[in-house]
């Protein structure tokens, strides 16, 4: 069975990443012997829209929504496109038109990085953020008045549906019941943001009825980004809206050394349309061109795209690979954001020839 | 000349630091014979509403608005009422019809405390968060429709203004100026919230033209939180949106090692109404009634509210009491979250003690 994937490397160190995420996923299809088709499209970066004025064809729905997947970059770049104009036009698109309604991100500390946090080892720190992906604080609807005068304001709605808030609520609950700690751990602000988050609150609660194994909790967003730092051993699934997904998913694995190396999937789990793969990680301008982004995000992303296919051992052997680099540890190998002085070919190098071993 | 003090305790803990608070006041006042008179009010707590059906009285703000200060302690207790009708019936309609829109939180790494964050020493943590108080994304403005249905849809506008954005950022790069490294790091999101934080953004733009001896940056809120863990001695002064800055203001103290000594100003720089003095904490009904909830938030609260009436040999006073208390550590005097044995009382005692010294 052949798996066709879309390539869509975007901008920055998206461009540099990319390659090794492809070198990796094809040393892993080699070894397990699996069909991997890989086209690669020129759209959806920053120079796509000086030439063309806009970040995608007018047919990219068409062009990509029978692949199996899209193995995507980073998007960005802010000297030549404002940022909400390069991501409301590439990467949130997908997510909303694919119906990619589950952003899956593990937070892992792993052997060999060195945490920000005093005192934590591998295994202390090991969970998922499960985040709203498709609505919420990510609105196009609201606008501007009195524009260009003293009185001129802005407003934008953040809306959320029962149909948005369950499906992925259901998603976590889900992934609880397969995790040994069986905990999933609710975001919220209904404090303050005082409409639509007791309203996530009452959904948390209804759906929390049909998961009796799970057991349930929820913090207001603020105290949860202090709880991640001063006990991250709290958590095994998180879930939040959007925005907070967004937060959480930064401040994680920034917690676990780097963000460098995290992952996510943007998922539709229906398989009506592609999911995404892609590393939390942006296009960092500032490195972009040097050759020192790490290559881990993007190859493990690969990772979870194996997995979202079927072929657990496959991802199983990529991850382990990773982890194995991580822990030698080599400052030759291991890029700086790590605390090495490798590059991104060096790194990425170390982790393709586990991959084959 | 005196200056006439609502001393509002609220729920929880906030009755248990409120009396540490006064006497702390106390010792100092008169140490540096300031003249403080205390009104007490019982309204503004959860049995004050299981009682009166509100959380104040019809006549709040008539009886509140010709104090000089306004001393808080916490607000909430989620079982006798749910959160969004205790806090919007109370401290958010101080914040608001007192238009305090300046919300200040100083966030710095003290000796003796204990930080999550690994090698980092007093010092290398120290900056201010100011926070947007009155609009943005805590709003009332938004409704329900479907009720009750499969088809459930919540909308809640974010209402961002110009005058409100304006006036909260003159406010951030003037403490900027005065501070010795002269930064400002504005909060954003604009690359996904692409309504209201690019007109965000674009005032902090305009508004940095004012200002030419500040160098200002900007993050987006999700990699500025993992900046906030990776490095905090990157930032001086912090602004940010209100939930922004709500965020950032538990997260930035539980890098100093626990929210529990962290002090808040609720400004009206105007002087029209009373300003608002509160710990960054809330209730903590989990570890309410135990006796070992820690003072110091709620001290230093008065300590800025000295600083906010010109007093500010009494109010530094203050501090030096609170950090000589803490670089000294003795587990038998310091609270639990700072790893000791000690109790509100013991902790309390010894700062006041200091003080008075
Ligand atoms: C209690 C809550 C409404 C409040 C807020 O979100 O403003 C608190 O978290 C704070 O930071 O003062
Ligand atoms: C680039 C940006 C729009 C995006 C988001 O906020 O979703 C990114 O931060 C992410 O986490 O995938």
């Not at 937070?107 to 992906?133: H, I, Q, T, W």
Request: net charge negative; hydrophobic share 40%; glycine share 8%.
């Amino acid at each position: 069975m052949t798996h066709r994937i879309a390539v869509i490397a975007g901008d920055g160190i998206g461009q540099e990443v990319m390659p090794e995420g492809l070198r990796a996923l094809e040393a892993a299809a080699n070894r397990f012997k699996l069909d991997l088709a890989f086209t690669h499209f020129d759209f959806g970066n920053c120079d796509y829209y000086l030439a063309h004025g806009k970040m995608l064809p007018e047919d990219w729905f068409e062009q990509l929504k029978d692949f199996d997947a899209i193995f995507f970059g980073a998007v960005g770049w802010p000297e030549k496109v404002p940022d909400h104009i390069s991501l409301w036009g590439s990467l949130l698109q997908f997510r909303r038109r694919f119906d990619q309604y589950i952003n899956l991100r593990p937070c892992r500390l792993m052997a060999g990085v060195k945490s920000p946090l005093a005192n934590r080892k591998p295994g202390d720190v090991d969970f998922y953020v499960v985040r709203e992906n498709t609505e919420g604080e990510y609105s196009s609807v609201g606008g501007k008045m009195y524009e260009g005068t003293e009185r001129e304001i802005v407003i934008q709605e953040t809306v959320m549906s029962r149909f948005g808030i369950d499906r992925v609520l259901k998603y976590a609950f889900e992934l609880a019941q397969k995790r040994p700690r069986r905990k999933l751990t609710s975001a919220t602000k209904s404090n303050g943001i005082a409409i639509t988050m007791p309203y996530w609150d009452e959904r948390v609660d209804a759906m929390a009825k049909n998961y009796p194994d799970v057991s349930t909790d929820k913090y207001h967003i603020d105290i949860l980004t202090a709880n991640f730092v001063l006990h991250p051993d709290w958590f095994d699934v998180v879930v939040g809206s959007n925005l907070f997904g967004d937060i959480l998913s930064d401040l994680g694995p920034a917690c676990t050394g780097t963000i460098g190396i995290a992952p996510s999937a943007n998922i539709n789990p229906e398989g009506t349309f592609p999911s995404l793969f892609e590393p939390v990680h942006g296009s960092a301008p500032d490195i972009a061109g040097k050759g020192v982004a790490n290559p881990i995000g993007q190859i493990w992303s690969g990772a979870m795209m194996l997995e979202h296919f079927g072929y657990k051992a496959a991802a199983d052997h990529m991850v382990n690979a990773i982890e194995a680099v991580l822990a030698q540890a080599n400052p030759l190998v291991i890029t700086r954001d790590l605390g090495g002085q490798g590059t991104t070919l060096t790194l990425s190098d170390a982790i393709v020839s586990a991959i084959c071993r």
